[in-house]
């Protein structure tokens, strides 16, 4: 089991489509917590199983330390959808930053859930993100630098 890729879950975006969730990608608070190699995530399972500390996305694989890197994630900060460019919709924001002291082992990726919203699924995931490999902090500062992209972005055509 493990990490391979990066994906919107699609219970997020059917949320999105059908109106059942009222995500406000650039007024919610999101976080995004830290996770290890034990899981293998998947962008096709239901909205509640997408959820922070449900499922394979429980605090049994997580990774956090307590005043640096908060169990439970840290808040994205300037979340904005961005429809600047011709054909494209993506959803930025700032890069997410643990403390200076933190002391963070084998990080393969992140799930990014909307912590504002309590119905019809609390803490529902919006996409997980994968690092490319193992990233460790030694009493230093780990940071998540989002792609130039966005968390997510699509291509209209």
Do not use: H
């Not at 890729?5 to 917590?33: H, I, M, Q, W, Y």
């Not at 169990?71 to 997410?96: E, N």
Request: proline share 3%; charged share 15%; hydrophobic share 40%.
């Amino acid at each position: 089991m493990a990490w391979t890729n990066s994906r919107v879950f699609r219970p997020f975006l059917e949320s999105v489509f059908k109106n059942t969730a009222a995500f406000d990608l650039d007024g919610d608070s999101f976080k995004a917590a830290l996770y290890n190699n034990s899981i293998t995530p998947d962008n096709d399972v239901s909205a509640a199983n997408s959820a922070y500390n449900v499922d394979q996305w429980g605090t049994a694989n997580e990774l956090y330390e307590v005043g640096q890197w908060a169990q439970a994630g840290v808040a994205l900060t300037t979340p904005v959808i961005d429809v600047s460019s011709a054909d494209v919709v993506f959803w930025d924001a700032d890069d997410t930053a643990s403390g200076s002291g933190a002391d963070i082992t084998n990080a393969v990726g992140t799930l990014v859930y909307d912590d504002t919203l309590t119905t019809p699924v609390a803490d529902q995931g919006v996409c997980y993100l994968y690092f490319g490999g193992a990233f460790t902090s030694t009493n230093g500062t780990f940071t998540v630098s989002w792609p130039a992209t966005g968390l997510w972005r699509a291509t209209l055509t």
